[in-house]
């Protein structure tokens, strides 16, 4: 069985232990690797290689970087396929999708190529009498990454390409569950002549995750995953004097008023809920039908369910793939089960789902649930699944309000033909991503990603304009070259402009 090692200081590594995590095809349920799970010891050594490269990477020409950057992003894009390929044999998620994400991996990376103009200082010429002042950004030295299952490509490419443009060297340790996509990352970066040690990859469970986060010689922590984890990583690395930024869960809505296209929303609601099989953390999980809009958008948004082609993610007519695991499947059911139980209307059930051929994979239909109360289990949780939960409201600002009562801040959208409703929504929920008529409302990487509440811990968003602010520190330069012939107008009280 093929087993999945770690890449330190430019080449595959077996570590020091033999400690393994069986990685599944989520489609068959069949064991297809396994990864091995790095000890303190391989987690130090591929830190210890990082710090190595960065006293040259760090001094390495913004030309050279970008140089580096450019050969990347065409080795990736020429790879594409092979890298979504692998995603979905080890995550589930179909082709195409898998393809998408690639793509939005990818123009992280094409905003990190422009990194000589994002690292440009200020300057200000003769502050004071023959003094000028200027400021430029330095990186931080060795950083980390911890990333999540449900996008093991885009994630990561959503920390390195920034973190590395701007001069630092990184320590990713991905998702036990679908680790291959960050090993070709890996190789990639390699043909692209970035030097050994600017990138490593070590796979692991807790025992990997603490020995980054207790490191003096890691100066950062990036973290996707859920938020009991966000919250503990911010804890932990933050007391050890790192910077943290820690995306946590989502439980993100989406408002649909009475003058919507109910058409047009109910095409986007289905695909922003059983996309991926729901396993995205912006994906929509509530609906909010306002009004009159209840009926209508809950019968769209059935027919578009009951619709939904689920398969196998090698299946070019798949819309949907399996969830990643059997725990998953299992714990999915379970609140569909609890969300019946405690009042709630099961119009569209995905329970039971079998794939012809697939009998073994861990598959869950489209599901919706309508006249869900904000006190039951299925609305509370983050689902993480194909399952679309409708709530019902009188009001668009009633509709606000329980958005904001949420302790979660991702993502939220509305479907509205109103542009006062839709500005007043954009102004009054406390959420980090609206979108207007879009779904799921994931930002362009020259801006950044991020939510509010307990959907982030930090206070910097992952890649865009904060993600460089995040992977560097600011020094700023006052200076004075005197002419010989001058007094040199030394004084003891607090130096002021002249």
Same mark, same amino acid.
């Given at each position: ?6 890449? #330190? ?36 050594? /591929? ?13 390495? $020409? ?32 179909? *082709? ?22 994002? *690292? ?10 023959? &003094? ?39 320590? *990713? ?40 986060? =207790? ?14 984890? +966000? ?20 439980? %993100? ?18 695909? /922003? ?23 209508? #958008? ?16 090698? =299946? $070019? ?23 019946? /139980? ?24 489209? !599901? ?8 039951? =289990? ?9 399952? *679309?939960? &409708? ?13 904001? +009562? %949420? ?26 991503? #609206? @979108? ?13 990603? @991020? ?26 330069? !006052? ?17 002021? +402009?002249?």
């Amino acid at each position: 069985m093929r087993t999945v090692q770690h890449w #330190i200081a430019g080449k595959t590594t077996s570590g020091s232990t033999d400690r393994t995590a069986p990685v599944f095809n989520p489609a068959t349920g069949a064991q297809q690797s396994e990864v091995l799970l790095g000890s303190t010891a391989d987690v130090e050594s /591929a830190i210890a290689a990082a710090k190595d490269a960065f006293a040259e990477w760090s001094q390495t $020409s913004l030309s050279r970087r970008t140089k580096v950057l450019f050969a990347f992003r065409e080795l990736v894009n020429a790879h594409a396929e092979e890298i979504a390929e692998l995603i979905t044999d080890e995550h589930g998620k179909v *082709l195409s999708d898998a393809l998408g994400e690639v793509q939005r991996g990818l123009e992280v990376v094409e905003f990190a190529c422009g990194i000589p103009h994002l *690292l440009k200082g200020d300057f200000s010429d003769q502050v004071s009498t023959d &003094v000028d002042t200027y400021s430029f950004r330095e990186p931080l030295g060795v950083v980390a990454g911890i990333t999540p299952f449900n996008f093991p490509a885009m994630v990561p490419m959503w920390m390195f390409p920034v973190a590395i443009a701007c001069g630092n060297t990184f320590v *990713l340790k991905p998702s036990e569950r679908d680790p291959s996509a960050s090993m070709r990352l890996a190789e990639l970066w390699q043909q692209a002549g970035l030097p050994d040690g600017v990138f490593n990859v070590v796979h692991g469970d807790k025992v990997a995750v603490d020995t980054i986060l =207790d490191s003096p010689d890691v100066a950062a922590v990036s973290f996707v995953g859920s938020t009991r984890i +966000a919250k503990y990583i911010h804890e932990r690395g933050t007391a050890n004097g790192k910077r943290v930024q820690a995306l946590g869960g989502a439980k %993100n809505h989406a408002i649909v008023l009475p003058d919507a296209d109910v058409e047009f929303a109910a095409d986007h609601l289905a695909a /922003a809920a059983f996309g991926s099989a729901g396993e995205r953390c912006m994906a929509i999980s509530a609906a909010v039908a306002v009004g009159s809009a209840g009926d209508a #958008i809950v019968e769209a948004v059935n027919e578009r369910a009951r619709a939904v082609k689920v398969g196998s993610g090698r =299946d $070019s007519s798949s819309e949907m793939g399996p969830v990643v695991t059997k725990e998953a499947q299992e714990r999915i059911l379970g609140l569909i089960d609890t969300g019946e /139980a405690q009042g709630a209307t099961v119009t569209v059930d995905g329970r039971g789902y079998v794939v012809p051929g697939h009998e073994d994979g861990y598959f869950v239909g489209p !599901t919706v649930i309508d006249r869900v109360a904000t006190d039951m =289990d299925v609305y509370r949780e983050e689902i993480f699944g194909p399952v *679309l939960s &409708v709530v019902r409201t009188d009001s668009v600002d009633e509709a606000i309000a329980l958005i904001n +009562a %949420n302790p979660y801040g991702n993502g939220t959208a509305i479907f509205t033909s109103s542009g006062e409703a839709a500005r007043r929504f954009q102004r009054g929920v406390h959420v980090g991503m #609206i @979108g207007i008529n879009v779904p799921v409302p994931v930002p362009m990487a020259f801006y950044s990603f @991020g939510g509010w509440k307990d959907s982030l811990f930090g206070d910097k968003h992952v890649h865009g304009p904060e993600g460089v602010s995040f992977y560097t520190r600011a020094k700023v330069v !006052t200076a004075r070259w005197p002419h010989s012939s001058h007094a040199s107008e030394a004084s003891f009280h607090f130096p002021t +402009a002249k």
